[in-house]
């Protein structure tokens, strides 16, 4: 998968308690994407990074944080999860953004929220 | 209204079938045009990409763009079981994502 690694590949959490999700490339590319995919949704933009430091949000960003302290790793946070939240959550990397947007995504996280 | 629509199927074709995979969309800013391929349990992948109108062949699949009409085509000739998986469109800029059709190719 382009050099992206995604961690936990399964995670079963507790509704209230906070969750992280970690997406690491070996690509060095500029943009980092974290989408969820949910039946009869595809895949929906949750927020995305143009850099270390730069984030900015997506489609459906409410209840989610993420973070960009290297330009290798790109964490998401669930402050405090709900049963919504309930999806497989998906990195993408790409070079460029606004035109030919050029995805590799991860293996995925499947995460059920109880 | 979404900004992609897709048919989500299922679709199912025996083994050498030819398939259509359509998408529509809504704003006729957008520019390029891709399909994505996601097997089972995996993460999707970039298969093709057009930019404006018109057709771009690849072995056994052609993307197709009209842009006059807002629709988008992946055809797949002489299809295998190897291509079960579900097809995902996606425009840009701003990507945006159909929703997957999902397609089996029983042998």
């Known amino acids: 998968d382009a050099g992206i690694t995604q961690s936990p590949r399964h995670k079963v959490t507790e509704t209230g308690t906070p969750v992280t999700l970690r997406c690491h490339q070996t690509?060095?590319?500029?943009?980092m994407y974290w989408y969820r995919q949910d039946p009869g949704h595809g895949l929906r933009l949750i927020h995305y990074?143009?850099?270390?430091?730069?984030?900015d949000k997506g489609e459906v960003s409410d209840g989610y944080s993420v973070s960009r302290s290297k330009t290798e790793d790109f964490l998401l946070t669930l402050e405090s999860a709900t049963s919504s939240q309930t999806s497989v959550y998906f990195c993408?990397?790409?070079?460029?953004?606004?035109?030919?947007?050029?995805?590799?995504f991860g293996s995925g996280t499947q995460l059920s929220v109880l | 209204q979404k900004e992609v629509e897709q048919d989500p199927g299922p679709l199912s074709v025996p083994e050498g079938a030819i398939v259509s995979l359509n998408c529509t969309y809504s704003?006729?800013?957008?520019?390029?045009f891709m399909w994505y391929r996601q097997y089972s349990r995996k993460g999707p992948e970039l298969l093709m990409y057009?930019?404006?109108?018109g057709n771009k062949e690849d072995g056994r699949f052609t993307a197709q763009v009209d842009k006059s009409s807002k629709y988008i085509s992946l055809f797949i000739r002489d299809s295998q079981p190897s291509d079960s998986a579900t097809y995902l469109c996606?425009?840009?800029?701003?990507?945006?994502f159909g929703s997957g059709t999902q397609l089996t190719v029983l042998p």
């Open positions: 993408a990397i790409s070079e460029e953004r606004g035109r030919l947007e050029k995805l590799f």
């Open positions: 690509e060095n590319h500029r943009y």
């Open positions: 990074s143009y850099g270390v430091k730069d984030t």
């Open positions: 704003n006729s800013a957008f520019q390029y």
């Open positions: 057009t930019y404006s109108s």
């Open positions: 996606a425009v840009s800029r701003q990507l945006t």
